[in-house]
């Protein structure tokens, strides 16, 4: 079985609002009911699981129930931390596959869901990234820098997708300040991370700007 964990804890500073920018409109709709529908429009059967913050819940509700929102899906509480609250996440999910996504990366396509699912049914631990186009420098100090060669790096995206017994294994660990993401938890428990291309129209939206480009990304 599918299923996916949608991260949607985070506070919006950098956006300036009072709301955290999952509930945010694009397109005359909160970012995380898109996000949510681009998981049902991929399997109609997966198992969706949004990570909410307790305080937010009830304007959720308001909201689901506002807009008419009736895509099925069940809410765990946030936790302190995106790690802690993947970890509530994953006492939902049984034996199959699990994406992790972020709240704020409402336009990953049915293409892009199929191949993270698809190469993570040979390799259990996918994550899909794309090139940096903009040069790099290397902070050293206060004032010394230097140039570092981008085509050895890649910019992380999500879903991340795991095998669900690797993932649930992995998230045993004690917390750690270096888990930055889904992939970095697996990792350090032994298993290797697969890489596949990711999209340059999955933004995450963090700033009033990333809204506007969202408008775009619908427009076209």
């Not at 631990?125 to 290397?138: K, N």
Request: charged share 25%; hydrophobic share 40%.
């Amino acid at each position: 079985m599918n299923n996916v964990i949608i991260v949607a804890g985070g506070k919006g500073l950098r956006m300036g609002s009072e709301l955290p920018k999952q509930f945010l409109n694009v397109g005359g709709k909160p970012v995380l009911m898109r996000t949510i529908e681009a998981f049902y429009n991929f399997d109609k059967s997966i198992r969706i699981i949004v990570a909410l913050s307790a305080s937010y819940r009830e304007h959720w509700s308001k909201l689901c129930k506002g807009y008419g929102f009736s895509v099925y899906h069940e809410v765990v509480d946030g936790g302190e931390t995106r790690f802690h609250s993947v970890k509530n996440g994953l006492e939902l999910v049984g034996e199959g596959w699990v994406a992790v996504h972020d709240a704020v990366r409402p336009f990953a396509s049915v293409s892009l869901l199929k191949t993270c699912f698809d190469a993570a049914k040979e390799y259990k631990a996918v994550i899909p990234v794309i090139d940096v186009t903009d040069s790099l420098r290397e902070i050293d100090g206060e004032n010394d820098s230097k140039i570092v060669d981008r085509s050895k790096y890649r910019m992380v995206q999500t879903p991340q997708v795991f095998e669900s017994v690797l993932l649930k294994k992995a998230y045993d660990a004690d917390f750690s300040e270096y888990f930055t993401d889904d992939s970095s938890v697996v990792e350090a428990y032994g298993h290797a991370i697969h890489l596949v291309e990711g999209e340059r129209t999955n933004i995450k939206i963090t700033t009033p700007f990333d809204l506007d480009l969202g408008e775009v990304i619908l427009g076209k």
